[in-house]
Nanobody, 122 residues
Framework: QVQLVESGGGSVQAGGSLTLSCAIS????????MGWFRQAPGRDREFVAA????????LYGDSVKGRFTISRDNAKNTLALQMNSLKPDDTGVYYC???????????????WGQGTQVTVSS
């Protein structure tokens, strides 16, 4: 069973930066696609970024393009999300996800972490 554990969330002022990490364990050959999603209170889960762990190809949600960077370290089985120029609208619980393909769609991911809270104050 693939397991995902996020870390690195916290509170930051607008304009600041945070880096989230996701540690992956288990049969990682099942996880060619990995992504980050977020969910704010009262809102649907939103796609943030995704990466193909083999090719390194990436996808980004429109609201984070140019500010966030997704990366992976296959040797260490970790996924990261570097978040710069943070805005109050970036506040939410951030989830790491893994699946066969990298995609912007929730349904393409089979495994999810528990989430880590990010709070951006104005």
């Amino acid at each position: 069973q693939v397991q995902l554990v996020e870390s690195g969330g916290g509170s930051v002022q607008a304009g600041g930066s945070l880096t989230l990490s996701c540690a992956i364990s288990g049969p990682t050959w099942r996880t060619r696609g990995m992504g980050w999603f977020r969910q704010a209170p009262g809102r649907d889960r939103e796609f943030v970024a995704a990466i193909n762990r083999i090719s390194g190809s990436t996808l980004y949600g429109d609201s984070v393009k140019g500010r966030f960077t997704i990366s992976r370290d296959n040797a260490k089985n970790t996924l990261a999300l570097q978040m710069n120029s943070l805005k109050p609208d970036d506040t939410g619980v951030y989830y790491c996800a893994a699946g066969e393909l990298y995609s912007a769609e929730n349904d393409e991911y089979d495994y999810w972490g528990q989430g880590t809270q990010v709070t951006v104050s104005s």
